[in-house]
């Protein structure tokens, strides 16, 4: 094969920028990508809330208490609408076991009808 001067010479040009791009300085070089960052340990995930079996009785006691209550009561409509919205509110937050506030919402529903909460 036979190399004219140009393409020797753009053969030595190509090496050259090779040789002169691959070879880098110590203080220039990157960190090694198979060496991974240090990761700080993850923080372990809280504990879900506890299961109160007291509280979750009372809720479904006065849920049940409410419930038999409303039929009978002598109040407006209206009245036992909101009645009812709280109940269901109370409902939602002990499902959510957060007892107090259901507890709270319900007993506030019984007494909106003209009733005593019994516990």
């Given at each position: 094969?036979?190399?004219?001067?140009?393409?020797?010479?753009a053969?030595?040009?190509?090496?050259?920028?090779?040789?002169?791009?691959?070879?880098l300085?110590?203080?220039?070089?990157?960190?090694?990508?198979?060496?991974?960052?240090?990761?700080?340990?993850?923080?372990?995930?809280?504990e879900?809330?506890?299961?109160?079996?007291?509280?979750?009785?009372?809720?479904q006691?006065?849920?049940?208490?409410?419930?038999?209550?409303v039929?009978a009561?002598?109040?407006?409509?209206?009245?036992?609408?909101?009645?009812?919205?709280?109940?269901?509110?109370?409902?939602?937050?002990?499902?959510?076991?957060?007892y107090?506030?259901?507890?709270g919402?319900?007993?506030?529903?019984?007494?909106?009808?003209?009733?005593?909460?019994?516990?």
């Open positions: 094969m036979n190399l004219t001067p140009r393409m020797a010479m053969g030595m040009m190509a090496a050259a920028l090779l040789l002169s791009t691959s070879v300085p110590a203080k220039a070089q990157t960190a090694d990508p198979a060496e991974p960052a240090p990761v700080e340990a993850a923080a372990p995930p809280p879900p809330p506890k299961a109160d079996i007291a509280s979750a009785v009372t809720c006691v006065l849920i049940g208490q409410f419930d038999d209550s039929a009561a002598k109040v407006e409509d209206a009245v036992k609408a909101s009645a009812r919205t709280l109940r269901g509110e109370g409902n939602k937050a002990c499902n959510a076991w957060d107090q506030a259901g507890i919402s319900i007993r506030v529903a019984i007494e909106t009808i003209g009733r005593k909460p019994i516990r």
